[in-house]
């Protein structure tokens, strides 16, 4: 049983346009929220995070939104960029805490941005 | 070191066959996760170690799957007895002490079981 749901697992954008990949999770527990971009052949790379006080981070081009109440959070690329294209897999937090570090995280299956020229 | 480093970073076993994994994390990263990734899915959570104590074991698939930090820095996730069901990609994560700070990623271990 999914904690984390992406359930897109593809989406196509043209360049300049905006991206918006979306998450939604089951846990209530759940209190930190990450963003992370996939390259083949490599790990996964931290793009942004959110903790459960906040509903909006924004970094740049990226902005991540979360709705509380709908376990909904949605990642928007502005203006999306060919070198955005990659698979964007959505994680969070079981509020797990060993001794003050942080617990495991839970990912989705991912959605890959393709942005075209 | 600038990042965290995996090695191999591919591997092919013959079934039955014992193989070692090595992660090299962060200097002075408390906290170290081992995530086995299959084709298509999400990096799924095995292991994870606060210095040299393993605190969270729960994910590790069987007790064919065993992980070690004894010093609390470098790491090795070895699977004993390989099945085909083992072929993933292996990454390796770590973080500093504290909550909700990210986690870094090594490029992983693909292994493959044939």
């Known amino acids: 049983d999914q904690q984390v749901k992406q359930n897109s697992p593809s989406l196509s954008v043209q360049e300049g346009r905006i991206s918006i990949l979306n998450c939604d999770y089951t846990?209530?527990?759940?209190?930190?929220f990450l963003w992370y971009k996939k390259y083949p052949a490599e790990g996964p790379t931290f793009l942004i995070s959110?903790?459960?006080?906040?509903d909006k981070n924004e970094d740049g081009r990226f902005t991540v939104f979360l709705n509380k109440s709908a376990k909904h959070l949605s990642l928007h690329i502005v203006p999306s960029q060919p070198g955005d294209s990659a698979v964007y897999f959505c994680?969070?937090?079981?509020?797990?805490?060993?001794?003050?570090?942080?617990?495991?995280?839970?990912f989705g299956k991912g959605t890959k941005l393709s942005v075209k020229p | 070191g600038a990042g965290v480093s995996q090695s191999p970073r591919y591997k092919v076993a013959k079934r039955g066959q014992d193989v070692a994994l090595r992660c090299d994390p962060i200097?002075?990263?408390?906290?170290l996760f081992w995530y086995q990734q299959a084709l298509g899915q999400g990096p799924e959570f095995l292991t994870y170690?606060?210095?040299?104590?393993?605190?969270?074991k729960s994910g590790l698939p069987s007790d064919r799957f065993f992980a070690e930090r004894p010093e609390g820095s470098v790491s090795t996730l070895k699977i004993q007895r390989t099945q085909k069901e083992d072929s993933a990609v292996y990454l390796c994560?770590?973080?500093?002490?504290?909550?909700?700070?990210?986690?870094?990623f090594g490029q992983g271990t693909r292994l493959t079981v044939v």
């Open positions: 994560a770590s973080s500093l002490d504290g909550v909700n700070t990210e986690a870094f």
């Open positions: 846990n209530s527990m759940f209190d930190y």
């Open positions: 959110i903790s459960s006080i906040k």
């Open positions: 994680a969070a937090s079981d509020g797990v805490n060993y001794g003050g570090s942080q617990g495991n995280l839970i």
């Open positions: 200097s002075g990263h408390v906290s």
């Open positions: 170690f606060q210095n040299e104590a393993q605190l969270d």
